[in-house]
């Protein structure tokens, strides 16, 4: 049913991401599908990587090692941005369409009142989009 | 200065399409310095935090004393800024206008210099925005409030200071020649607007985008200290740098948001009666301040970029319109002689030393120059977070050259205008009206001017939110040490401080004091700035040569 799950990766908050991970590990396993990775950063110099290309070759690695432990395809895609805070949903909702993906799961956490003024990435991406999206969130 | 070369061509196997590459090589500051390690990272009430400790502490603790002495000890603290501010422009008037002669020569210098050919954010970096995107936001964030208020201020009262031949005529004025008179008010309007403010930003900008986009450094003042100070940026020399920026940058703002909202009052006044009063003013802020955080939340591009082409679009308008209806040709034929006459009295009012019209001087061009440095820290650093792919050249061009001839547009069409009505057709009102009013009674001789007026209003309100949503990206991300993908509240936040600060000092009073003492800011920051001119030098000197 699915051919190309989309995740995306906050390279600078990989503990959140954890339980989500294994999650996506199932099910590209289970649909035998490609998993593509995306990040997006800053153009300014980070907390992960001082240019967008460090920021690339640190998702590349991190998608080898994911590959190691789930077996599956993997690649990646960055995106830079001015203001990638501000534009984050709008960069995934573009890469859904670059990519050609048939799923997206992303880690999101719980609802909140702040969601009413700010909603969360996961909320938004999935009234923006054709695909189907997952939204893992932390384990009680 | 260590530094290696890293090649910035992405990876064979996987290149991806959203990134501007490839880069071109870069020569990156080795550093070990991670940005956002002395952050603290929490979630309150749901809502999560990143932020520099020791900036972000200090300098709200310093901000709020400042506020509360202010507030509180109104008449005794008044005097007290009054004199440090007197003592700066007076007896250091020269150090301003020599430092900001030194950043002119530097500018101009880096146009026709090899230098110029090196690209901020690696020699193959693409643009981030259009050529009218950046403009716009660039001369939004750095001028456009006091175009409108001193676009026909400043010509009419330095036309009139010459005329009369007083102590606070330009260059000793031109007494009872109204011809004279005229140019060298223009003259000495522009100078005020022209190429010295934009070359105070240039410096700024260039140096920031320079350390954070080619080096790899946080975008944040302390990084333009690099070249100096090495790794101790990263400690108490570095934070003192920043705290300066968020004081700087948040008493500019706020006095201003505050005498912004009586001006804008006063305005509203005048043309729709509406009551000058507490209420409307402090509804002015927070209106302001609302459509300041939707701007911030959308983001740079969606928010500010967007709000700053509708400013663009709506005082070309304006201006066009003024020229179409007011004395065309004077107009026309004057920009071309305000800008001979600005280049012809330019060495003359740019002189640092043994100036005979001291109080013009000092009163003027050193307020000024300490203003507009005051200023630079965040108009500086906005410039530099859109500036990433244009080469130095294409920078200096457009932050230099191309805004000083708007400004000689701008103040040609207003304060030509207005002089021509006070001369021509010896209207008075112009001239006697308040400050805040002169922009409306000048409007009021021309067709429209119902309509005309309220554009002046609306372009004032919107020129007041893009200064305050740039002013809070950029507060937000010194106080994150130059995060700038720090979380949305804080920016919220920082908005929020801005109107309830402005009003604050607007209903408890001590605006003008406060903000006399944002413009002391200026000292301290004259000196880092000449040192970022070095650091300039340094960091564009170690660049790969661009072909």
Same mark, same amino acid.
């Given at each position: 049913?699915?051919?190309?799950?989309?995740?995306?990766?906050?390279?600078?908050?990989?503990?959140?991401?954890?339980?989500?991970?294994?999650?996506?590990?199932?099910?590209?396993?289970?649909?035998?599908?490609?998993?593509?990775?995306?990040?997006?950063?800053?153009?300014?110099?980070?907390?992960?990587?001082?240019?967008?290309?460090?920021?690339?070759?640190?998702?590349?690695?991190?998608a080898q090692e994911r590959h190691q432990v789930h077996g599956q395809p993997v690649s990646i895609k960055v995106y830079s941005s001015t203001d990638p805070v501000a534009n984050v949903d709008d960069l995934l909702v573009k890469a859904i369409k670059e990519i050609g993906t048939d799923l997206v799961m992303m880690a999101t956490h719980l609802p909140r009142h702040l969601d009413i003024v700010m909603p969360s990435h996961g909320g938004k991406v999935a009234t923006h989009t054709d695909a189907s999206v997952f939204l893992i969130r932390p384990a009680k | 200065m260590d530094n290696k070369s890293q090649d910035k061509s992405p990876d064979d196997k996987a290149p991806s399409e959203g990134i501007?590459?490839?880069?071109?090589? %870069?020569?990156?500051?080795?550093?070990?310095?991670?940005?956002?390690?002395?952050?603290?990272?929490?979630?309150?009430m749901g809502v999560n935090l990143d932020l520099h400790g020791k900036v972000f502490t200090i300098s709200s603790i310093v901000v709020l004393l400042f506020v509360i002495l202010t507030l509180a000890l109104q008449d005794?603290?008044?005097?007290?800024?009054?004199?440090? @501010?007197?003592?700066?422009?007076?007896?250091?008037?020269?150090?301003?206008?020599?430092?900001?002669?030194? @950043?002119?020569?530097l500018c101009i210098g880096l146009i026709f210099s090899p230098l110029g050919k090196i690209r901020i954010g690696g020699a193959d970096a693409k643009p981030d925005f259009t050529y009218m995107g950046w403009f716009s936001m660039l001369f939004a964030?750095?001028?456009?409030?006091?175009?409108? @208020?001193?676009?026909?201020?400043?010509?009419?009262?330095?036309?009139?200071?010459?005329?009369?031949?007083?102590s606070w005529a330009p260059l000793g004025g031109a007494e009872g020649d109204e011809?004279?008179?005229?140019?060298?008010?223009?003259? %000495?309007?522009?100078?005020?607007?022209?190429?010295?403010?934009? %070359?105070?930003?240039?410096?700024?900008?260039?140096?920031?985008?320079?350390?954070?986009?080619?080096?790899?450094?946080?975008?944040?003042?302390?990084?333009? @200290?690099?070249?100096?100070?090495?790794?101790?940026?990263?400690?108490?020399?570095g934070h003192l740098i920043d705290i300066l920026a968020v004081f700087a940058t948040l008493f500019g703002l706020t006095t201003s948001l505050g005498l912004g909202a009586t001006q804008a009052a006063a305005g509203m006044t005048y043309l729709f009666g509406a009551p000058e009063t507490d209420v409307t003013?402090?509804?002015?802020?927070?209106?302001?301040?609302?459509?300041?955080?939707?701007?911030?939340?959308?983001?740079?591009?969606?928010?500010?970029?967007?709000?700053?082409?509708?400013?663009?679009?709506?005082?070309?308008?304006?201006?066009?319109?003024?020229?179409?209806?007011?004395?065309?040709?004077?107009?026309?034929?004057?920009?071309?002689?305000?800008?001979l006459n600005y280049v012809v009295h330019l060495p003359a009012l740019s002189n640092p030393f043994g100036?005979?019209?001291?109080?013009?001087?000092?009163?003027?061009?050193?307020?000024?120059?300490?203003?507009?440095?005051?200023?630079?820290?965040?108009?500086?650093?906005?410039?530099?977070?859109?500036?990433?792919?244009?080469t130095v050249r294409e920078?200096?061009?457009?932050?230099?050259?191309?805004?000083?001839?708007?400004?000689?547009?701008?103040?040609?069409?207003?304060?030509?205008?207005?002089?021509?009505?006070?001369?021509?057709?010896?209207?008075?009102?112009?001239?006697?009206?308040?400050?805040?009013?002169?922009?409306?009674?000048?409007?009021?001789?021309?067709?429209?001017?119902?309509?005309?007026?309220?554009?002046?209003?609306?372009?004032?309100?919107?020129?007041?939110?893009?200064?305050?949503?740039?002013?809070?990206?950029?507060?937000d991300s010194i106080t994150a040490g130059g995060k700038v993908d720090a979380p949305k509240p804080q920016r919220v936040f920082w908005a929020i401080i801005e109107g309830a600060l402005a009003i604050a000092l607007l209903l408890g009073g001590g605006l003008t004091a406060l903000q006399t003492m944002a413009v002391s800011t200026g000292f301290p920051f004259t000196i880092i700035l000449l040192v970022a001119c070095y650091a300039i030098i340094k960091g564009l000197m170690s660049e790969p040569k661009a072909v």
């Open positions: 049913m699915f051919n190309n799950i989309m995740v995306p990766v906050d390279l600078a908050h990989l503990e959140t991401l954890e339980p989500a991970l294994d999650v996506v590990a199932d099910m590209g396993k289970r649909y035998d599908a490609r998993i593509t990775y995306v990040g997006i950063t800053a153009n300014t110099p980070t907390s992960v990587a001082r240019t967008p290309q460090e920021y690339e070759q640190k998702l590349d690695a991190f | 501007p590459a490839p880069e071109g090589p %870069a020569n990156l500051i080795d550093t070990d310095y991670v940005i956002g390690q002395d952050n603290i990272t929490t979630t309150t005794e603290i008044a005097p007290v800024y009054d004199a440090v @501010f007197g003592f700066l422009t007076g007896n250091l008037a020269w150090f301003f206008i020599l430092a900001a002669n030194i @950043f002119v020569i964030a750095g001028m456009g409030i006091g175009l409108m @208020f001193y676009g026909v201020n400043e010509p009419l009262t330095h036309f009139g200071t010459s005329f009369d031949g007083g011809a004279g008179a005229a140019a060298l008010g223009m003259a %000495a309007t522009i100078f005020h607007w022209g190429l010295h403010p934009w %070359a105070i930003y240039a410096v700024v900008a260039l140096s920031l985008a320079l350390f954070a986009f080619n080096k790899g450094l946080p975008l944040s003042m302390r990084s333009v @200290f690099y070249p100096i100070l090495g790794e101790r940026v990263w400690g108490w020399p003013m402090i509804l002015l802020i927070i209106g302001i301040t609302i459509i300041a955080i939707c701007s911030i939340l959308a983001g740079v591009d969606k928010g500010v970029q967007l709000l700053s082409k509708i400013n663009i679009a709506m005082a070309a308008a304006l201006l066009f319109f003024v020229i179409a209806v007011g004395p065309t040709l004077l107009i026309a034929t004057g920009f071309f002689e305000n800008l100036r005979e019209d001291a109080n013009f001087s000092q009163g003027w061009t050193a307020f000024y120059w300490a203003w507009w440095i005051s200023w630079s820290p965040y108009v500086g650093m906005f410039i530099a977070r859109v500036s990433r792919g244009r920078f200096m061009v457009s932050v230099l050259l191309v805004p000083s001839i708007v400004s000689v547009l701008w103040m040609t069409t207003f304060g030509g205008t207005a002089i021509d009505q006070y001369l021509s057709q010896g209207i008075e009102a112009v001239r006697d009206a308040g400050i805040d009013l002169q922009l409306f009674v000048m409007l009021e001789q021309l067709p429209l001017s119902q309509i005309t007026s309220f554009v002046a209003i609306v372009l004032v309100i919107v020129f007041f939110v893009t200064s305050s949503d740039s002013g809070s990206l950029v507060i």
